[in-house]
């Protein structure tokens, strides 16, 4: 066979396979059409028409009031919302040295941002300056806003707070206690179901002080206080340090340090749940606020008028501040903005307060023999009762029961009262009177269980002692010829009273353990 013949049958054998191979092509295109387009659809259309679709959205957009509370925004919101913030996070994580993907996450945070519902051109304009002229105050130099609507907003954040209904993000309980840095070294105990306090001689222990690793907060220790709810401790003192303490008897470490500069500390005091401590000077006129939570100290002054915070008493409620001002003056502050809401007036000096447990009344003493009961809500005096014997008081006290009054002279004489006596006759009649101590009675306290009323005086040497209730007997084994106490200065019990704090003038918050008692 020649070679062109040979081209030829090669020629003409790939036609006919290119011809097969396209009518195979066409066979199964057209089938395929024929199946895609004959059988019935299995899936339905996403616009199909769905009546009950649409009434679901009727009612979100128009409103029904049978199904207002399903309409309300549930936990797929909230999931949703998280979704798009751990999106946006992820882009700004994953975006380092790269221009594009910045500009697009910060395109996403400013959609996101929420604008305000009104806005006042004013306060643009309204400076500082022009508020304090206007209400004819001072402020102090050193602040460093400018405008008034950012003062107001920085002081609101640091009383307040930012409120709930302005916290968008969903606040999960168990990481608030992680977030503590000092609480969550503590225990949160409950009190113990406890039997009768013996009388006459209790079983009493000294252990480590409480301040044995600083030794700091000033040769006048002036105040030690047990925290609500946790095993923890402050002392404070007059060089202006205030430290926080893990009390177990043994060890007692550190947990923090605040330093105050010239400013002695008078008194110190745990509120709001613990969760913050109130520190005040008889020199000046402001005061401090430390919070645990964040750890950080706000510097907040007093209203015109109080020029210092030597002595006060916060309500069982957390919500009041009773401070003994000057010429009989007591004033009633808020103990969230620290505002004045209330002057009561006495005709002698005022030395010491007290609330009852119920925060309803307000009891106060001073340089005469009459004690005055207030009415907190009215603001109005509603008893005076006379102290018996007494020339003037240096320091009150109530049961946390509301059963007894405890009633400390300049002279040492403590007067015990039944509290509904003092509440309603002019002259009652004490129920026990003390003369264990010859000097000015500077500090009474009662554990928590009314059993037990702690005298000291800062007078004398070892000027302490101890009364079981309600027998109205005196400890004798406490103190000793061996106890050291020194000049005595504040007393506190802890909340189940297993230790009692006892700080002196010699730079020592001494602690010690009552054995009946649980472990705090």
């Known amino acids: 066979m020649s070679e062109a013949s040979t081209r030829k049958h090669k020629m003409k054998t790939q036609k006919g396979a290119v011809d097969k191979t396209v009518t195979k092509k066409s066979m199964s295109t057209k089938t395929l059409y024929d199946r895609k387009f004959t059988a019935p659809l299995k899936k339905k259309r996403k ?9 679901r959205l009727e009612r979100i957009v128009f409103g029904d009031p049978s199904d207002i509370i399903d309409n309300l925004s549930n936990d797929k919101d909230f999931v949703e919302s998280d979704k798009h913030e751990s ?3 992820d882009i700004s994580v994953d975006s380092d040295g790269n221009d594009d993907l910045n500009t697009q996450s910060d395109d996403v945070s400013i959609e996101r941002r929420k604008k305000a519902v009104w806005v006042d051109e004013d306060d643009a304009q309204y400076s500082v300056q022009d508020a304090t002229r206007a209400q004819n105050r001072k402020l102090p130099v050193d602040i460093p806003e400018k405008l008034y609507k950012d003062f107001l907003h920085n002081k609101y954040k640091q009383i307040v707070g930012t409120p709930k209904w302005a916290d968008l993000k969903k606040v999960d309980k168990e990481s608030d206690d992680l977030d503590n840095e000092i609480l969550k070294h503590s225990c949160h105990l409950e009190k113990p179901k406890m039997k009768n306090l013996p009388k006459s001689i209790i ?31 402050l002392v404070a003192g007059s060089s202006g340090i205030l430290s926080l303490f893990q009390v177990d008897g043994i060890e007692n470490n550190k947990l ?6 010239k400013f002695p500390i008078s008194t110190a005091k745990f509120f709001k749940d613990g969760t913050e401590v109130l520190v005040g000077s008889q020199y000046y006129p402001h005061c401090h606020s430390y919070n645990l939570i964040t750890g950080k100290t706000y510097k907040i002054p007093l209203p015109h008028g109080i020029t210092n915070m030597q ?25 969230s903005s620290k505002e004045l809401v209330g002057t009561l007036k006495m005709n002698s000096k005022c030395k010491a307060v007290c609330f009852t447990p119920d925060g309803k009344t307000l009891i106060t003493h001073g340089d005469s023999n009459e004690m005055y009961i207030w009415d907190v809500n009215s603001r109005s005096c509603i008893h005076r009762a006379v102290d018996d014997g007494c ?19 300049k002279e040492g004489v403590v007067n015990l009262y039944d509290t509904k006596t003092v509440l309603q006759n002019r002259q009652p009649a004490p ?25 000291a005086s800062d007078k004398k040497y070892n000027a302490f002692k101890m009364v079981h209730l309600p027998s109205f007997t005196v400890f004798s084994n406490f103190p000793t ?25 010699s730079g020592t918050a001494f602690l010690y353990r009552l054995k009946h008692y649980g472990n705090y």
């Open 47 to 55: 616009n199909e028409y769905n009546p009950i679709e649409e009434a």
């Open 256 to 261: 923090h340090t605040m330093q105050y500069k």
């Open 481 to 505: 010829f061996q106890t050291v106490i020194s000049m005595p200065e504040a007393i506190d019990f802890s909340p189940g009273s297993g230790y009692l704090g006892i700080s002196n003038r």
């Open 431 to 455: 129920l026990k009177i003390i003369l264990n101590l010859v000097t000015s009675i500077t500090s009474l306290k009662f554990n928590s269980y009314s059993e037990i009323l702690a005298i």
């Open 87 to 89: 999106i946006d996070n």
């Open 391 to 409: 020339l003037s008081c240096s320091s009150i006290a109530m049961s946390p029961s509301g059963q007894f009054l405890a009633t400390g002279s």
């Open 203 to 233: 079983d009493i222990k000294a252990l480590t002080p409480i301040n044995k690793q600083t030794h700091t907060e000033g040769p006048v220790v002036s105040s030690v206080e047990f925290h609500p709810s946790s095993t923890v401790a």
């Open 311 to 335: 002595k006060y008493e916060v309500s069982p409620d957390g919500k009041l501040l009773a401070l003994c001002g000057r010429l009989g003056d007591i004033f009633l502050l808020t103990s």
